[in-house]
């Protein structure tokens, strides 16, 4: 299990964005619409969890964080993929799986995604969502 709330989610994903340079802490409040201290609250419950970096207040995501969300990139793909070969539209699928990718166990992420054959993108040609 990759143990985060969707909650945490939305925020690593959002730091992600930021690139190699991260993000600031007003950029990052407002990208979520909230508060900075509410976002400062979020990003030092995911440093004490190892997932985030703040340093020279610009928040990135750590290694520990990388692998977790590579992990979930894959889960992602591999769920995508399984849904639309039985039947599901592609357009609607990236929605349906976010709604629980990141609950799902790790191991049963990974058994998919080796069932589907490791694909290296989502059924929409997307490399991650």
Known sequence: ?????EKEMIYMKEVYRGGVQGVRLSMLATALGISPPSALEEVRHLQKKALLKNEGGRITISK???????????THI???????????????VCAAVHVFDF???????????????????????????
Not at 1 to 5: E, F, Q, T, V
Not at 68 to 73: D, G, I, K, T
Not at 78 to 92: C, I, N, Q, S, W
């Open 1 to 5: 299990m990759y143990n985060l709330s």
């Open 64 to 74: 520990n964080g990388m692998k977790v969300l590579e992990a979930l990139r894959i």
């Open 78 to 92: 591999a769920f995508e993929t399984a849904f639309v070969r039985l039947g599901m539209p592609v357009e609607d």
């Open 103 to 129: 609950k799902v166990p790790q191991e049963l992420g990974l058994k998919i995604y080796r069932a589907v054959g490791k694909p290296a993108k989502c059924p929409n040609g997307k490399s991650s969502c």
